[in-house]
């Protein structure tokens, strides 16, 4: 049987996520002004606060599979710096700082044997869960519950590694329902990623706006003489 080619989702960096690129120190989650009973926003945010909350629940593909190595690795989800890591106890995404001394984690490295993630200044552990389990100037001490990172939900798949920074695990609408991914009816394409300037709203009007059809690819399959769209109508019984 032939298969048919699929493009799979597209991995898309605009404003909401910029992929393999660590932060710099400073941008750090600010609890500055805020009480601890509001959401802690991004330090720098870009979005109207009101909008972040809302799109924040929602679930993101940050990085490539293939990406997700022997090295932890840095990107960032609606101006939130995070890091990804993997070991034998799994995936793992965390806010892309040691709140030791604010170093990004994403410039450590993985102790495979131990099954952790090693900050790069003072050599502080963490686990899969994100706990500190190891001070090594201090080795018989117990790290505190504070010093453990703020994680997030993780989920692999379709060849991407997604999260959500609000949104839940148990979430059953958390991911798009693409069972072709691993049929053998099909094979699977997993194209590059892309840089857009543009925020994600105006994104969305673009993949939804066909209108536009006979005039940006005029040179390809557009025709700038047919420009009127067709509706479909429903029969009537």
């Known amino acids: 049987k032939a298969k048919t080619i699929l493009g799979a989702i597209p991995l898309i960096r605009w404003d909401i996520t910029r992929l393999g690129q660590a932060p710099p120190m400073s941008n750090a989650v600010n609890y500055r002004n805020q009480s601890s009973s509001s959401r802690p926003y991004p330090r720098g945010l870009t979005f109207a606060p009101s909008d972040w909350e809302v799109i924040a629940t929602y679930w993101y593909p940050i990085a490539f599979s293939r990406d997700i190595t022997d090295r932890p690795l840095g990107t960032m989800l609606l101006d939130q710096p995070l890091v990804v890591w993997r070991t034998a106890d799994g995936l793992s995404v965390a806010n892309d700082l040691c709140v030791h001394r604010g170093v990004p984690l994403s410039m450590g490295h993985i102790d495979q044997g131990k099954k952790q993630l090693v900050c790069k200044y003072h050599g502080f552990h963490y686990n899969a869960t994100g706990q500190c389990t190891l001070i090594p100037a201090d080795p018989d001490a117990r790290p505190p519950a504070r010093l453990g990172l703020k994680t997030y939900p993780v989920k692999e798949a379709f060849g991407l590694i997604w999260t959500s920074l609000t949104g839940t695990a148990e979430d059953p609408d958390a991911l ?14 997993l194209p590059d990623s892309i840089d857009l300037k543009a925020a994600a709203g ?7 706006d066909v209108d536009k059809f006979a005039w940006v690819p005029a040179e390809s ?16 019984h």
Do not use: A
């Not at 399959?221 to 009537?236: A, L, Q, S, Y």
């Open 176 to 189: 798009p329902i693409f069972p072709e991914w691993d049929s053998s009816d099909y094979q699977g394409i």
């Open 202 to 208: 105006r994104q969305m009007e673009g993949f939804l």
């Open 221 to 236: 399959f557009g025709d700038r003489h047919t420009p009127v769209v067709t509706r479909k109508t429903e029969p009537t």
